[in-house]
């Protein structure tokens, strides 16, 4: 049996309404059930950790965007010490099941835990957590599944926010820890602000929908806040576009007599520095927009995979980065019928909606989903089973 996650984004400062070793007692109780006796292999498909969005980088002059160092990789060692004692009982209950020959894992990293690339003895101590074998080896980019007919990647490849492409970092490398990153720690440092949501923006998906959000935050703060809220955002982007290494970015990836990618992303900043609410509808209709094209770029992007040759002979692609599941039919691929999956997030999301004409709106849920291949002897005679869970809690 091969059961598949990803995206659980493990770092400190970060929060959930259900803990990690509550969701994971659910998770295996499914498992459980189907592996019958057998050893169950689980592969996370990138972003086990968040590298990108700790707030420890604030606590000294590095970011996740930093040339590699020796320094670096010391930061990098820190902040993953750190993860691990925090995620204990999470890890504790996972690595029982390894121990007790039930469980074995594997492991491919995205574009938030791409750091660890540059710190090997930080992939000493995941392993060591997880009970798996390896050492300090680089975790691989991809995995193939041959006998599930299964090719896995973390899919930020084919997401122009979030891939560099070799050039350097990408924009999510700088828009997340100097902004999203930021923005609560500005508000308490620089108004005295606190809101029992303010650290929500971490779970805003699509990232584009930021923007939106700190709008709505300030609509909802009491008389006399929503403007400070909105002028501590406009500075934070302000210092954010005159930042040396988000200049180069724009520069680099600026295409001359186009609205290109990066000029849709400065304008996009501008505007939501810029008397905040009144831009709402421009916002909601570019990030609606731009995230169906980035569904359909992860479905192609799939479809072009499965032709290489390496590929030959396998029918499924499995990603996770977007935070929202799908399951997408590809139709026939080398003579099989071929599918597309993204696997979700196991943790929470606030995803934008629409309400009242327009104005927007966040739902929040703690999300889990996984997709897992069966062996022929499954008494149910199941190929696979793709599965998304959502658990919204009671409003105070």
């Not at 990690?20 to 592996?35: E, L, M, T, V």
């Not at 007790?100 to 574009?111: D, I, R, S």
């Not at 690339?117 to 050492?135: T, V, Y």
């Not at 290109?260 to 209709?285: C, H, N, T, V, W």
């Amino acid at each position: 049996m091969l059961i598949f996650i990803s995206d659980l984004h493990l770092r400190t400062g970060g929060r959930l309404n259900l803990s990690r070793s509550a969701q994971f007692q659910r998770f295996w109780q499914r498992i459980d059930g189907s592996r019958r006796g057998g050893v169950a292999q689980l592969c996370i498909v990138g972003d086990l950790f968040d590298l990108v969005r700790t707030p420890d980088w604030f606590q000294g002059s590095l970011r996740p965007y930093s040339e590699p160092t020796p320094e670096l990789a010391r930061a990098i060692d820190e902040v993953i010490t750190k993860t691990l004692e925090l995620e204990k009982p999470f890890l504790d209950a996972l690595h029982a099941k390894v121990k007790a020959g039930e469980l074995e894992v594997h492991y491919v990293v995205g574009n938030h835990d791409r750091l660890l690339d540059h710190s090997p003895s930080a992939r000493e101590k995941i392993r060591d957590a997880f009970g798996m074998k390896g050492g300090d080896a680089p975790f691989p980019l991809e995995l193939r599944f041959p006998e599930y007919g299964v090719l896995a990647y973390h899919g930020h490849t084919v997401d122009d926010l979030s891939h560099d492409e070799g050039k350097g970092p990408s924009f999510a490398d700088l828009f997340c820890p100097e902004l999203i990153v930021r923005f609560p720690i500005a508000l308490r440092e620089r108004l005295g602000f606190d809101h029992p949501h303010l650290d929500d923006i971490d779970d805003v998906r699509p990232v584009l929908a930021v923007p939106t959000w700190v709008h709505t935050l300030a609509k909802s703060a009491k008389k006399g806040e929503g403007k400070d809220i909105n002028r501590v955002w406009a500075e934070l982007v302000s210092e954010f576009l005159d930042n040396g290494q988000v200049k180069t970015w724009f520069k680099d990836n600026h295409k001359r007599f186009r609205f290109d990618f990066a000029s849709k992303m400065k304008l996009l900043l501008s505007l939501s520095a810029k008397r905040g609410i009144q831009y709402e509808p421009k916002f909601l209709a570019t990030h609606d927009l731009m995230f169906r094209v980035l569904d359909v770029k992860f479905a192609k992007g799939a479809y072009e995979r499965l032709l290489e040759k390496e590929n030959a002979g396998l029918k499924y692609v499995v990603n996770g980065h977007t935070h929202f599941g799908a399951m997408t039919p590809l139709g026939i691929v080398n003579g099989q019928k071929a599918c597309y999956f993204n696997l979700g997030t196991w943790r929470t999301v606030h995803q934008l909606g629409h309400v009242n004409k327009g104005s927007p709106g966040f739902l929040a849920w703690d999300a889990m989903g996984y997709l897992a291949f069966f062996p022929e002897s499954d008494p149910l005679r199941r190929e696979y089973e793709w599965w998304q869970g959502a658990a919204v809690a009671r409003e105070a």
